[in-house]
């Protein structure tokens, strides 16, 4: 078996059958948070990788298609872009088990992200208390957690590294990817251990007190976005559970929480350590005031 250190309070285990390995190919170290919830089991076995008797329910071309199994239950087929084998994962235990089955022995060891990630956004739906989130993520020096999401070219890298090289006093969570969870009345947001190109990956943890969309810009400029539009600027950030339609209430719980709680914001500013240090000052104390 190969564990993962807790990511946002779960632990993964790589259950490895059949001789199958695995590998984190450009791996950062992840320290992992305080485990506080039952782990999530990802076994590793041969076996059928078709996709028999399921429902194709959203295509991501060419990486792979999700369907629904007979209960409702999602499942992914990956297929094989590289080289790989065709891979099938599917739920044995929604929010517990999954198993990923090859349909030949791989030569080489696995990269683990994908099944990683599709099989923890898959718990994350079925424990209903938490998203991925597609963005940067750090923490202010007075401890507002601070997410700013965006599509790939948005600058979430960007601002990662011009945080780490002009404003150590932040607690980078992600250049990436993050974890937002709502857990009863409690919004946070958490780094993981699936960093982008600056490698950043925080096991740090903090109540979730603005969102900022990020612009290019010529000069440093805030404003205030209104909730509805935040709504909707966030969906195509966030890993809606689309596959599974009976639990994207909960998702959307979640997303509302976000923009009724958090501050929302616009930034557009000059890719320089300036604007770095000029964003960080701009949201003291705009992050307590939440969405008011």
């Known amino acids: 078996m190969v564990g993962v250190a807790p990511v946002a309070g779960i632990p993964i285990v790589h259950d490895l059958m059949d001789g199958i390995e695995i590998e984190h190919r450009d791996?950062?170290?992840?320290?992992?948070?305080?485990?506080?919830?039952?782990?999530?089991?990802?076994?590793?076995?041969?076996?059928d990788a078709s996709p028999r008797a399921m429902r194709a329910v959203l295509h991501v071309p060419p990486w792979c298609t999700f369907h629904l199994d007979a209960r409702g239950e999602p499942a992914s087929h990956f297929h094989a872009v590289f080289g790989e084998v065709d891979r099938l994962l599917t739920c044995e235990e929604p929010g517990a088990t999954y198993v990923v089955k090859y349909g030949a022995t791989p030569r080489e060891p696995v990269v683990a992200l994908q099944s990683e990630l599709a099989t923890y956004s898959f718990a994350l739906s079925a424990r209903e208390v938490g998203l991925i989130a597609h963005s940067c993520a750090f923490v202010t020096p007075d401890g507002a957690g601070v997410l700013c999401p965006g599509v790939s070219g948005t600058g979430k890298t960007t601002l990662a590294r011009l945080l780490h090289a002009n404003v150590p006093e932040v607690a980078l969570l992600t250049d990436d990817r993050a974890i937002v969870r709502l857990?009863?009345?409690?919004?946070?947001?958490?780094?993981?251990?699936?960093?982008g190109a600056a490698g950043i990956a925080g096991p740090g943890v903090a109540s979730l007190d603005a969102v900022v969309f990020i612009r290019h810009g010529t000069t440093m400029t805030m404003r205030r976005v209104a909730p509805s539009d935040a709504f909707r600027r966030i969906l195509n950030t966030l890993s809606m559970p689309?596959?599974?339609?009976?639990?994207?209430?909960?998702a959307l719980e979640i997303v509302d929480a976000i923009v009724s709680r958090a501050?929302?914001?616009?930034?557009?500013?000059p890719p320089t350590g300036r604007a770095a240090r000029w964003l960080v000052d701009e949201l003291r104390g705009l992050a307590s005031l939440g969405a008011r």
């Not at 501050?263 to 500013?269: D, Q, T």
Request: charged share 15%.
């Open 242 to 250: 689309l596959w599974e339609p009976a639990r994207c209430g909960r």
């Open 183 to 195: 857990d009863a009345d409690a919004l946070s947001v958490w780094g993981s251990p699936w960093p």
């Open 263 to 269: 501050a929302l914001v616009e930034a557009s500013y």
């Open 27 to 47: 791996a950062v170290p992840w320290a992992g948070t305080a485990s506080t919830c039952a782990p999530i089991v990802i076994r590793h076995e041969l076996g």
